[in-house]
């Protein structure tokens, strides 16, 4: 999730813009399969490709073509018809209230923003984003006018629902501006915030997901979780595997994993250096008394929500494991093994910091003042999975 600046005008983001408003991306997935849509140039790659994707994946475009516009048209519609500037909008800032910010780690914390009038405005604009996928807004730092974007986290209580407000995971970078910025603000303070923006639909028939999250990329794999899970009924029990990756066991305190984890040789996507290969195995279970973050508290409510169909493995770069290819394959396999014919109906989705990125799917690209997915690469491209899409958020 590298940085967008933020830009008066509209056009350096317009993947897909509704009036002149951008409001979505358009989604064009990799498919891992060796034998289809996987790209071998940033151009072949990207939303604005004009090459003819194969059938399999030109039903992903499709599908995920017509989900992300309809839910822009309708936010976009919402927000306008709301009640002038305190109903979030893509089109222009709202001023937004910092009303709690809970440490998550020594370098994150949870922040509660509520909108300035609660009179139900914004809940359908909420509402059709997470009906969609993966979706952030932008934060406006005042002093620099530079805008950072955001991905609120799914809520955890009525009253949070009531209030609309919105949930963010944001780290503190050091060196950062807006995310020093943010941390150092007064409760009370106000925060402009500019979205939805859809970063990804989750197309109606995905069945299973594999998340592969670095450090705040588990904010996005919370959505996912949230959006595809609560397509559970009767006759439907999609599933989601979610692997995240973290600098220190303090960014993931108390997580424990779902699966046997088979170390891999070690590689550091947040410095960018390799190391070698994890002497031991990485931990499967943390110590009782060790007390559990509150993003590990969420995953684990919505595990609980869910039986069976949510399932977290921690990665601790200090503790010598990372994520390999062993631990994509055995989800992949397990979801083959469990469906009847393989389907198209399975989505890998990548984010976290660049580095991180780029090890597991190869770089995103920027072309023409736009972000590209750029070719599929990195490890995820060496296990050639059949009836895999991939995305890099
Ligand atoms: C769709 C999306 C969703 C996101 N969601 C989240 C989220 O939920 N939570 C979250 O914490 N983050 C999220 N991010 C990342 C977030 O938008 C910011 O990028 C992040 O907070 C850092 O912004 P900053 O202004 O603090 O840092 P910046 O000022 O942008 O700096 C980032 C880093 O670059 C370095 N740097 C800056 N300028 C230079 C230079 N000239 N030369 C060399 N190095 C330089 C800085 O030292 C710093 O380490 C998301 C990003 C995207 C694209």
């Avoid at 170390?263 to 279970?285: D, I």
Wanted: hydrophobic letters at 35%.
């Amino acid at each position: 999730m590298k940085p967008r600046i933020f830009s008066q005008g509209f056009s350096r983001y317009n993947v897909s813009s509704i009036g002149g408003r951008l409001l979505t991306r358009s989604p064009q997935f990799h498919t891992s399969s060796s034998s289809s849509a996987s790209a071998s140039s940033a151009s072949a790659s990207s939303a604005s490709s004009s090459s003819s994707p194969p059938p399999r994946s030109r039903r992903w475009v499709q599908v995920a073509l017509v989900t992300t516009a309809a839910a822009g048209i309708g936010a976009y519609i919402r927000s306008e018809q709301g009640s002038g500037s305190s109903t979030l909008s893509p089109t222009r800032f709202t001023p937004y209230y910092l009303v709690s910010r809970e440490p998550v780690s020594s370098s994150g914390s949870i922040f509660t923003l509520q909108p300035p009038k609660a009179d139900g405005s914004n809940r359908a604009v909420y509402e059709e984003a997470w009906t969609t996928g993966i979706w952030s807004v932008m934060f406006k730092q005042p002093q620099l006018q530079i805008g950072r974007d955001y991905t609120p986290l799914p809520s955890t209580s009525p009253e949070e629902e009531e209030d609309e407000c919105l949930r963010f995971f944001i780290r503190r970078d050091p060196h950062g501006e807006v995310s020093r910025y943010l941390h150092n603000l007064d409760m009370g303070a106000p925060i402009e915030v500019r979205g939805p923006r859809v970063e990804c639909g989750i197309p109606p028939n995905t069945q299973h997901i594999l998340f592969v999250a670095g450090g705040t990329g588990i904010a996005p794999a919370l959505q996912a979780a949230h959006t595809l899970l609560r397509r559970t009924d009767q006759t439907r029990k999609p599933r989601i595997h979610i692997l995240w990756a973290n600098r220190n066991r303090d960014d993931c305190s108390g997580g424990i994993n779902d699966t046997v984890v088979v170390p891999a040789p070690q590689r550091s996507w947040f410095f960018g250096r390799s190391t070698p290969p994890a002497a031991s195995p990485a931990p499967v279970a943390s110590p009782l008394n060790q007390t559990r973050s509150l993003i590990v508290r969420e995953l684990e409510a919505l595990r609980a929500q869910y039986p069976g169909q949510m399932t977290v493995d921690y990665f601790v770069d200090e503790e010598g494991s990372a994520i390999g290819k062993q631990a994509i394959l055995d989800f992949t396999k397990s979801v083959g093994l469990s469906s009847p014919k393989p389907s198209q109906d399975n989505l890998i989705l990548v984010s976290g910091p660049e580095g991180f990125i780029s090890y597991m799917a190869g770089p995103k690209l920027w072309a023409e003042g736009m972000e590209l997915q750029g070719p599929l690469r990195g490890i995820i491209k060496e296990l050639d999975l059949k009836d895999w899409a991939v995305w890099k958020l």
